[in-house]
């Protein structure tokens, strides 16, 4: 360069004038770019690594304009440096969003580590990424950022693993919008779809039972012999008996009868309408269900109603029983104007689709999860809101912990 042109350039600039444009920059950061991108067969690693380094200096110093020429330059490698590939992901989002969304070279740890030391606009850019791994669905998941997670369930090429589905399901809790977009993944199991059916709204529940109330004919013909083989061994064995139950098509407890102060349990639904549901006759119907009192309690409970019906028809209650178990707990059957009011016809309509298998299975499953799988050392978790530890429990422990959490003040 000239001497008067040196002494140009040393000159202070103007405050309101443009930047200066470094033409040697830019040729330069173009040149290194192309050789980055040069094919193996041209430059092997070692050569591109430190091709990688020195472009890493230049940019650490240019401008964002230039950041980004550089970044849409180097997007479509099949093999990128990984310290630009780190630096660039760190980037502002207009700039790191050109590789998170279009660079098919960006590994499982690339993806990770960007997660972790960016922002939640990276995270959301990176939640529609093309073919995420269960890896970095769970990383991303991990930050309870409602919208990445949104983000996530549409995107239909995301993998999830099961611990990152029942994060989602946990935070749906307190995120009510997460459950349309959930029931729609192929990976959500019925045990996180009949959990998240107590805080759904209407029309996801009626999703739930349509999809996850499932059949347990096969298991009935597969085990007919081992009820046999328990009942001669005189139903000693805790955990097969507990199995046993499950499967077994008799809903009702017949044993609770013989205790009971009512003929049957349509008696005692009966009575409950004449004279209103109170505590001693609540945990009365749950016995003679074959349920426990604290299933009982959860699906009286409810607000909108539906598990009621799932109650009745699982105990071949009929419409008249479930009619009269909705008038003990003083529950509106018309509105104001006279019509069917919407809560009373949604419980009709609930009752009226499952078929009584399909009803045992929701039943059981609650029940198993909210009585069965209970121990002291749950509701020691469940009260003291624990969450690191959640993969000590079994599935039935880990549903109960989800549903009674509300209950602890959660």
């Known amino acids: 360069m000239s001497e008067p042109a040196l002494a140009q350039t040393s000159e202070p600039l103007v405050p309101d004038a443009p930047p200066p444009v470094f033409r040697a920059r830019h ?10 991108s040069l094919p193996a067969s041209r430059v092997n690693a070692f050569e591109r690594s430190v091709v990688g380094d020195l472009l890493v200096e230049m940019l650490r110093l240019a401008a964002p ?12 490698l099949s093999e990128l440096p990984n310290s630009l590939a780190r630096m ?36 959301f850019l990176m939640a529609s990424r093309r073919g995420l791994s269960e890896v970095v669905t769970e ?12 983000a996530i369930l549409r995107n239909t090429t995301a993998r999830l693993s099961q611990c990152g589905v029942e994060a989602v399901v946990n935070l749906s809790r307190s995120s009510p919008t997460l459950c349309g977009h959930l029931l729609r993944r192929s990976e959500l199991r019925p045990s996180g779809a009949y959990v998240m059916f107590w805080w759904c709204g209407a029309d996801d529940r009626k999703t739930i039972l349509q999809r996850f109330a499932v059949s347990r ?3 009935q013909e597969v085990v007919e012999d081992v009820f ?21 098509r008799r809903q009702r407890n017949r044993a609770a ?33 074959g349920i426990k009192p604290l299933t009982g309690a959860k699906i009286l409970g409810d607000v909108c109603g539906e598990p009621l019906a799932i109650l009745c028809k699982a105990t071949g209650l009929s419409r008249v029983d479930l009619q009269n178990l909705w008038r003990s707990m003083r529950r509106p059957e018309t509105t104001v104007g006279g019509g069917v009011h919407p809560d009373w016809e949604r419980v009709q309509i609930t009752y009226e689709m499952l078929a009584v298998d399909r009803a045992q299975t929701v039943l059981r499953y609650w029940n198993w999860s909210l009585s069965s799988a209970m121990s002291p050392a749950l509701l020691k978790a469940i009260r003291e809101g624990e969450e690191e530890a959640l993969d000590d429990y079994s599935a039935p422990e880990r ?9 602890f003040g959660r």
């Not at 304009?65 to 970044?71: I, L, M, Q, T, W």
């Not at 549903?399 to 209950?407: D, F, Q």
């Open 139 to 150: 990383t991303l998941i991990a930050y309870d950022e409602t919208p990445v997670i949104e």
């Open 88 to 123: 660039l992901l760190r980037d502002d989002p207009t700039i790191a969003g050109l590789l998170i969304e279009g660079c098919a070279s960006l590994s499982d740890a690339d993806l990770v580590a960007c997660a972790r030391d960016t922002t939640f606009e990276h995270r």
């Open 228 to 248: 046999i083989m328990a009942a001669a061994e005189g139903w000693q064995d805790p955990v097969a008996r507990k199995a046993l139950q499950f499967i077994e």
């Open 65 to 76: 304009r230039e950041r980004h020429r550089v970044a849409q330059r180097l997007t479509p």
């Open 217 to 219: 004919e096969v298991m």
């Open 27 to 36: 040729a330069l950061l173009k040149r290194l770019a192309d050789v980055v």
């Open 399 to 407: 549903a109960a912990r989800l549903m009674l959490a509300e209950n």
């Open 257 to 289: 009868i013989e205790k009971s102060p009512y003929k049957s349990l349509e008696h005692a639904v009966s009575e409950a309408a004449k004279e209103g549901l109170d505590r001693e006759v609540a945990a009365e119907i749950a016995y003679l269900a």
